[in-house]
């Protein structure tokens, strides 16, 4: 929007310091997977050795993704982000593309996802039978599809304090699985796996999907104060104290459950403080994470809706999608069809043999697709666009980007490969929007069309 004293655009000021920019990022990225990945990543690896490597390969490459993010978001700032990134590099297409992608795929296999970790702690809690787990989620999706609708808003400080929740939950658990009393390993026979290499791969996708939200730190490129020389300070420190969290966690279970017990569990957190301080202490951990799960799936949901309404504003044919609610300030009709796609996920993983998992591979392939096309996009835009002030480069260019670019066709691989029935759901999902793709061309070529006349 022009800013009415210059004439100009108006642009992120760069307020944040060091430890604000660090802040942020430890909060984007720390969420509940660490409540529900590591018994399936144990279930994925041999050894107490892998099961730590791979999570520490994983704060690696969140590093090296991060940086290449850093570097598109410093030279092409917008609140698009991928969409603006892949749009400038390889055309509008393929941002709509990615729009569509995170909408009917990326998105609301997320809000499955953490309707089912709600699920697996609120079962707990209050358990509804052999699929109490499903339900739960089901009534969560239901109802902040509800209250989203009716326009209500999360409130910043509600956000903020769940998030010292969860810290509080991950200080708890460091400190008890450290003091516990190691647990003889459960009579229960470990999950085999294909082969070496797709346990390392899927284990690698889950433990890649827990450091999910570095991404964000493309829109903070922006808004750091001297970022030339202040961001990679940002995102060293930040990664570097997401890794060493992860990495006292998944410490401690090892520590008080061993790799069996995690193999074993279905709300590993909770089973930890059973094991530790009994059944009261399981109750309150199991409260703290299914609060925070509802606080991460409202905040999904509502930023959700607005992809299909970005998507009816571009399409005329799917004009329907693009209503917007006056009263409630919402976009209805998108969050309706969220909501209907997410259930339908759920129902899907609910006769799966883990509703968590159903979702990973559901979402897994184009997940990795687009983020190997954001990583080719660097490339892209730097023979394109070489004179571009760019206030942040990645550091030893290309080897870096290279690697990352190769890390996500090796995770595109793996979770297309080693994955279940969902991956290839998901996949069909996202050609499903190729028609998508040329309505929008076609309704292009007839506006250009109007125009000449």
């Not at 599809?145 to 769940?162: A, D, E, H, M, Y």
């Not at 609060?291 to 991460?296: H, Y």
């Amino acid at each position: 929007m022009p800013n009415p004293a210059t004439g100009r655009a108006s642009e992120p000021a760069a307020t944040l310091s060091v430890l604000e920019g660090v802040a942020i990022i430890v909060a984007v990225v720390i969420g509940i997977g660490i409540f529900k990945t590591p018994s399936l990543v144990a279930a994925n690896v041999d050894s107490e050795v892998a099961f730590i490597g791979v999570w520490v390969a994983g704060g690696l490459i969140t590093l090296v993704g991060a940086l290449t993010y850093a570097e598109l978001g410093s030279a092409y700032p917008s609140a698009g982000g991928e969409y603006h990134f892949l749009s400038r590099a390889f055309g509008r297409s393929a941002g709509l593309f990615f729009a569509w992608a995170r909408g009917a795929v990326i998105q609301t296999g997320a809000i499955a996802a953490l309707a089912f970790v709600y699920g697996d702690y609120a079962q707990t809690l209050l358990p509804l039978g052999d699929h109490g787990a499903a339900v739960h989620a089901v009534l969560g999706v239901l109802a902040f599809t509800g209250v989203n609708i009716l326009g209500t808003q999360p409130s910043k400080r509600t956000q903020t304090l769940f998030f010292l929740f969860l810290l509080l939950a991950l200080a708890a658990i460091v400190v008890v699985g450290f003091n516990a009393d190691p647990a003889p390993a459960p009579a229960v026979a470990a999950p085999e796996s294909a082969d070496g290499a797709a346990a390392i791969g899927m284990a690698m996708v889950l433990v890649l999907l827990t450091y999910g939200g570095w991404n964000e730190a493309a829109y903070l490129s922006g808004e750091i104060r001297d970022v030339k020389r202040t961001m990679v300070r940002v995102l060293m420190i930040g990664v570097l104290l997401i890794m060493l969290a992860y990495g006292l966690v998944n410490m401690a279970y090892l520590y008080s459950m061993g790799l069996d017990g995690l193999r074993a569990s279905d709300a590993v957190a909770a089973d930890l403080m059973r094991l530790a301080i009994g059944e009261t202490g399981a109750i309150v951990l199991s409260l703290i994470v299914c609060i925070a799960a509802l606080s991460s799936l409202n905040g999904t949901i509502l930023t959700g809706g607005r992809a299909y309404y970005a998507i009816g504003r571009d399409v005329p044919q799917l004009r329907f999608l693009g209503a917007w609610d006056g009263r409630g300030k919402t976009p209805t009709n998108g969050l309706l069809t969220q909501a209907g796609i997410a259930l339908a996920l759920i129902l899907f993983g609910a006769v799966t043999r883990d509703g968590f998992q159903a979702m990973v591979d559901y979402t897994a392939p184009v997940f990795w697709f687009f983020m190997l096309l954001v990583s080719l996009a660097l490339f892209v835009l730097r023979r394109k666009d070489p004179d571009r002030e760019r206030p942040f480069k990645v550091p030893f260019y290309p080897v870096l980007p290279a690697i990352f670019s190769l890390t996500c066709l090796g995770l595109l691989y793996s979770s297309l490969v080693y994955t279940g029935a969902g991956a290839l759901i998901g996949v069909a999902m996202l050609l499903a929007g190729v028609p998508l793709l040329l309505l929008e061309r076609q309704s292009r070529g007839r506006r250009k069309f109007s125009e000449a006349d």
